[in-house]
């Protein structure tokens, strides 16, 4: 349930609330996508993420109850037949909200706010990937736990740290792809002297 | 409308005028590619091509938005 926001209500008044967090959720499910400021999208969430279950129940009832926030009959058949779909699996957490920047007006903090449509992949597999690489250093250790010293550094770190590793390796193993080329010199060459510009920039 | 009695002192203008400072960014470093680069915590950081023309928005290695 969207918890009841503390403060002044956006726009100035209830009802003006009310109509511009409708009018952003219409925008979000017809382009998926939008971009705002931080607040603003900090607010429209827990309305979407309703509207959205609603839409997963499907019935007429759920459709009425959000045609009383979105009067955009489009914008609600797009809702219930092409995002409900999409996100049926997925258990809550239907938005996904990314800080950008801040605007150049007022500096506000903006951010995109968007519908996270991609299909629910479970965290399981990815801990048992890492895994196999825990317990291949588990059995040296249980074997001959004088033999690898290494493999009782590994050990007093947790799961985590062979995972950020191979992020690591999979980051550097295009790069070094890269320079094994030999046609990319003057690339690497230009690029060089754009980065030494970039960090004298950042120095500055 | 309210108004002023008296004129502010320079020393209280200055006193008070001292106390606005410009502190830094705190900035996450990371290397990419072999290149240093510093972008702001939990925020999307601009991709820029070898030309130095920002392309995209990117965050946790996924695209956010356009520049």
Redesign the interface.
């Known amino acids: 349930m969207p918890r009841p926001a503390k403060g002044p209500r956006l726009g100035g008044g209830p009802a003006h609330e009310r109509l511009l967090l409708a009018g952003l959720a219409s925008q979000l499910f017809e382009h998926r996508a939008i971009t705002t400021t931080e607040a603003k999208a900090k607010r429209v969430r827990p309305l979407a993420e309703r509207l959205v279950t609603f839409a997963k129940r499907g019935d007429l009832h759920a459709r009425r109850r959000v045609l009383r926030t979105i009067g955009d009959k489009g914008v609600v058949h797009q809702l219930f037949t092409e995002i409900a779909p999409l996100v049926a699996d997925r258990p809550g957490g239907y938005t996904r909200i990314t800080k950008t920047g801040y605007r150049k007006g007022d500096n506000a903090p903006m951010a995109v706010i968007e519908l996270v449509l991609e299909p629910v992949t479970a965290k399981r597999p990815a801990r048992r990937a890492a895994e196999p690489a825990a317990s291949d250093v588990a059995p040296t250790q249980a074997s001959a736990p004088e033999v690898a010293p290494a493999a009782a550094e590994d050990e007093s770190s947790p799961a985590d740290v062979p995972v950020e590793a191979t992020d690591r390796v999979e980051e550097s193993a295009p790069v070094e792809a890269e320079t094994a080329t030999p046609a990319s010199a003057e690339v690497e060459a230009d690029a060089a002297t754009k980065s030494d510009d970039e960090s004298g920039k950042a120095a500055s | 409308m309210a108004v002023p009695k008296r004129r502010k002192s320079r020393a209280n203008t200055h006193a008070r005028r001292s106390q606005w400072k410009a502190e830094a960014p705190q900035l996450v470093k990371t290397i990419?590619?072999?290149?240093?680069v510093?972008s702001l915590p939990?925020?999307?950081r601009?991709v820029e091509g070898?030309?130095?023309v920002p392309l995209y928005?990117e965050?946790k290695g996924?695209r956010?938005?356009d520049a």
């Open positions: 990419e590619n072999g290149k240093v510093y939990h925020r999307a601009v070898s030309d130095g928005l965050y996924r956010v938005a």
